[in-house]
Nanobody, 122 residues
Framework: VQLVESGGGLVQAGGSLTLSCAAS????????IGWIRQAPGKSREGVLC????????YYIDSIKGRFTISRDNAQNTVYLQMNSLKPEDTAVYYC????????????????WGQGTQVTVSS
């Protein structure tokens, strides 16, 4: 199982970024994928998850209306579209999975990518 994130970078507040999570070593179609972030000096927090049936689970309320998640099973990729970014969204963003079809609490995720840095300037 391998997950590789990309798409992070530096953006001004109010801007947008799209993160990608490329999956390999397992069948993406049958598994939920979550995005989790870790800001400097803070513990990890779940952001958003998409199940095998494309149901979304929000782990935090602060991203509702700004972040969306989607998957392209043919490309073995999950995307996190982030709009109206705020400085408090600055973090390393990880995608992860526990190879289950539904979104569980992110602490159950066994497989993680290396993360991609998102920095939002004010």
């Amino acid at each position: 199982v391998q997950l590789v994130e990309s798409g992070g970078g530096l953006v001004q507040a109010g801007g947008s970024l799209t993160l990608s999570c490329a999956a390999s070593g397992f069948t993406l179609d049958y598994n939920a994928i979550g995005w989790i972030r870790q800001a400097p000096g803070k513990s990890r927090e779940g952001v958003l998850c998409i199940s095998s049936s494309d149901a979304w689970t929000y782990y935090i309320d602060s991203i509702k209306g700004r972040f969306t998640i989607s998957r392209d099973n043919a490309q073995n990729t999950v995307y996190l579209q982030m709009n109206s970014l705020k400085p408090e969204d600055t973090a390393v963003y990880y995608c992860a999975t526990d190879l289950q079809k539904d979104c569980n609490f992110y602490s159950t995720f066994d497989y993680w990518g290396q993360g991609t840095q998102v920095t939002v300037s004010s």
